[in-house]
């Protein structure tokens, strides 16, 4: 087990992504965050904060569960409970930015478009992600990305987040 | 946290055989299900490429109609057989029927059937996934998973909360789901109907149970009342005197339920006899929740479909 980046790294990194979302987004008035459930959720919960602290303004922030539109339910692989899903603002002619902890093979990513565009038809989506780790499998791009490293399938990545950890925010890295 | 892992049933056959723990995970996945009713597209895309065959051998409208919504809002394909228009008319056996729709690859055989065992007989025959929509007086697990879901969500808990059944329990399949259900969740269940419409024994199989057969007494201080229907088709003539003196002893009306804590919660299974169990006004009392029984069912089927679906491969009833 490695430990690839602890507290300080992580903060450094989402100051870092948040200049980037900002510099993109001027109107934040069509402007919505939306984290994917577990770690996601805490990530958006944190870029909003600081965009909200940055530029005085309320942002719409909303959460996503993907369990519902995973492509290998009945394989039983890494089968999560569900939860809610919960986006209370209209996403109609928004421009979407999707926050994950890791961006790997691109599927979560697959589903969670999919499930945006059953609730509405926003202008742009992007993705925020603090980890790209490679090996995608499917055509999906993270435009905002904290940290690449390269990795190999047999690796796990592991973000572990100061909202479910008592040890407060690492990452590591270890062979399965 | 509730891990669906620790559910690995492939069947539902009825409330007896899951644990608690599992009908907890069941009730907490029925909630994200529910909150996709609220929005304009209502499916998910998670059964995609399944089917579910409901095969009933008795009339049904909100069952059938709830399981099939359930299917289609999980993308699942569905197909109705009604066994009057089916080849069961031609003598065709139970299994061979559900042996034609394994053949016919069904994921899911959705049974209900006059015969209690049914659906066990089905699961141990072909390969699909069975769940017991109604078999002749032994259960209906849907039904009691979708009461105990209602009265959670209204009060918040079901241990110790003092839940009356009331009337018909002797031929009623929803009371015993609701009974092996509440016990295992440790509500404080009061059976109430006339002697006749008691199971005989049943202390034997649920000892914690309290039975009384006086209406005023049996509901005072309820925090819950699941009244069932009388069920005219199964022969009832000679079980009470007349049906003016069943609704005289057992109907409940709007005086009795004073006698309940003001926030009583009225169930009733559907279709209802208005007038004879249950009168008008307190069908459509604001205590009432037996339509929002109706929209929890589907919820609670897709939990079913879904969490089933996940262990097709297991051998577990």
Redesign the interface.
Known sequence: MKVILNEKDIKKIISNLVKKIIKKYKNLNKFGIIGIHTNGVYLAKRIAEKIEKSKKKKIDIGFL?I????DD??Y?QN????????INFDLNNKDILLVDDVIYTGRTIRAAI??IL??GRPKSISVAVLIDRGLRELPIYAEFVGKKIKTKPNQQVEILLREANLEGDKVIIYSK | ?????KFNHKHLLGLEYLSKEEIE?IL??A??FK??FT?S?K?????RGRSVALLFYEPSTRTRTSFELAAKR?SADTVNITVQTSSVQKGESLIDTAKTLEAMKADFIVIRHFYSGAPHILAQNVSSSIINAGDGFHEHPTQGLLDIFTIKEKKGKIKDLKVVILGDILHSRVARSNLWGLTKLQANVVLCGPPTLIPPEIEKIFPNVEIEYNLEKAIKNADVINILRVQFERQLEHLFPSVREYSLLYGMNKERLKIAKDDVLILHPGPMNRGIEITTDVADSLNSVINQQVTNGVAIRMAVL?LL????TSTKL
């Open positions: 569960d369990t519902f539109y995973r339910i009945g039983r089968i999560q409970s569900p939860k809610e899903t919960e999919e499930q059953e609730i | 946290m509730l891990n669906v892992k995970i907490e996945t909630k994200p909150k996709l929005r597209i499916k998910v895309p998670t059964l999980l879904y679906s996940l262990n097709t």
